[in-house]
C-alpha cells in the first residue's frame, strides 16, 4: 500500500464536459481527432440516410404511378418501414457518437488517454479471452498512480473465417495490482458476465445477505486465499454498483464487468466510477500487495514464482448461456423441419 501522503487526498476530476451536451463543431472535432474513416462520420452516413429516403419515395411515386401501389399495397408498407428504420438507425448513431465524444472531452480535460476504437487488445479477463475478436469502443486510461484504470465497452464480433463465441456487450473496469494473485471470480447470480458454465474449481457460497447475490469461484486449494483478499465490506462495496456487477482477479489484473448499458457519459456515474477505481485500486493494493502462495511446495512453485499454476488458472472453458441457449434453439428449430418434412404430408392429409 502506497505511503505517499498525496494517496488520503480526495480525487476530484473535472466533470464540465459530461454535463454540456457536444455542439456539431465538437463533434466533427472529435471524428477528426479519433480518426474515424469519411465514410463512417456525421454528414456521411446522413447522406447516406437521405439518398435512401430520396431513394424510398422516388419508388413509391414510381410504383403508385404505374398501378403496383393499388394491386399490392404491400409494397407501401414496405418502402415506410424501411424508411423508419433507415431514421432510427441514425439516430442511434448520432446519440453513440455524441456519448463517446463527450467521453472524450472528458479524458482530455483531466489528461487521460483516449480511443474511439480498439480491437483484439488480448485481456487477460475471463470475459475478453473467450472473445475470438473483441471491439472496444470509448476507451479511457488513465496513468494517475491513485487512479490507475482502464474503462470501455467490450463487444465481440466475428470474421469471415472465424466466428464469435455469442456474448452481449459489457462495460469493464481494469485495474492493475501490485502482485499476481490466484485466478478468482465473483459471480454474479442474478446477471453474469463472465462466462462460468464449465468452469473448473471451487464454488464457495458466501454467508449473510451476499449469498443469494454473489458466488465466489477459485482453484481448488485456495479457498482460504479468496477469503483474505475479498472482505465483506469490499463485496459490499461491488454491491453497491447495482444488480449486474462481477469482479475477477487474474494474473496482476482485477476486472469490475457492468452491464452494456452503463453510460460512462453521464456526471453521477462516472463520478462514482472514479471513486470505485480510486478505493478498488487503495483495497486491493493493501490485501494482494503482501499476498504469498503458502499453498504449494517448492516443486510447484519454485523461487522467483508468485502463485503456483493450479491457482493461475481455473479449470476448464466459460461457455456463454446465450450461446447455449442459442445452439439450442437451432437444434429444436433444426429438428422440427426435418419432423416436418418426413411426416407433415401425413399429418396434413389425415387432418384434411
Known amino acids: 500500500m502506497s505511503t505517499d501522503p498525496r494517496a488520503a487526498e480526495p480525487i476530484r476530476v473535472d466533470l464540465s464536459a459530461l ?17 474515424i474513416p469519411l ?36 409494397l407501401a408498407v414496405f418502402g ?3 424508411g423508419v428504420l433507415g431514421a432510427f438507425g441514425f439516430v442511434w448513431y448520432a446519440v453513440s457518437l455524441s456519448r463517446r465524444a463527450r467521453l472524450a472531452m472528458f479524458a482530455w480535460a483531466n489528461g487521460w488517454a483516449y480511443a474511439d476504437l480498439l480491437q483484439g487488445t488480448r485481456r487477460p ?48 473496469i481494469e485495474l492493475p495490482l501490485p502482485a499476481k494473485v490466484p485466478h ?8 453474469s458476465i463472465v462466462p462460468t458454465l464449465g468452469l473448473g474449481g471451487a464454488r464457495m457460497d458466501l454467508e449473510g445477505h451476499f449469498a443469494s447475490t454473489f458466488q465466489l469461484l477459485v482453484p481448488e486449494g485456495y479457498q482460504r486465499d479468496a477469503l483474505y483478499i475479498f472482505t465483506p465490506d469490499l463485496m459490499a462495496r461491488v454491491l453497491d454498483l447495482g444488480a449486474g456487477a462481477e469482479l475477477e482477479l487474474v494474473e496482476d489484473r482485477a476486472y469490475v464487468y457492468l452491464p452494456g448499458s452503463t453510460r460512462f457519459d453521464r456526471p453521477d456515474v462516472m463520478q462514482g ?20 502462495d503458502e499453498s504449494t511446495g517448492p516443486i510447484e512453485r519454485p523461487e522467483g ?8 488458472r481455473l479449470g476448464g472453458q466459460g461457455v456463454s448461456l446465450l450461446a447455449v441457449a442459442g445452439v439450442s434453439a437451432a437444434v429444436i428449430l433444426s429438428a422440427g423441419i426435418t419432423a416436418f418434412a418426413l411426416f407433415g404430408g401425413a399429418i396434413l392429409r389425415s387432418g384434411g
Do not use: C, K
Request: charged content about 25%.
Open 19 to 35: 454535463r454540456t451536451p457536444p455542439g456539431m463543431r465538437t463533434l466533427l472535432a472529435y471524428e477528426r481527432a479519433a480518426r
Open 39 to 74: 465514410h463512417r462520420r456525421f454528414f456521411a452516413v446522413l447522406a447516406g440516410v437521405l439518398l435512401l429516403t430520396a431513394a424510398i419515395v422516388a419508388g413509391l411515386w414510381w410504383l403508385g404511378s404505374i398501378g403496383m401501389l393499388a394491386r399490392v399495397p404491400l
Open 80 to 82: 415506410v418501414f424501411y
Open 125 to 172: 479477463g475471463s470475459a475478453f479471452t473467450r472473445m475470438r475478436r473483441s471491439i472496444e469502443r470509448g476507451v479511457i486510461a488513465s496513468e494517475d498512480e491513485r487512479i490507475p484504470f482502464e474503462l470501455g465497452v467490450a463487444h465481440s464480433v466475428g470474421g469471415r473465417d472465424e466466428a464469435a463465441t455469442v456474448q452481449r456487450p459489457f462495460a469493464f
Open 184 to 191: 478468482i471470480v465473483l459471480r454474479n447470480r442474478r446477471r
Open 273 to 292: 466510477i472514479v471513486q470505485l477505481a480510486e478505493e478498488l485500486h487503495r483495497r486491493f493494493a493493501a490485501r494482494t500487495g503482501p499476498y504469498r
Open 305 to 312: 514464482v508468485a502463485i503456483g499454476l493450479g491457482g493461475q
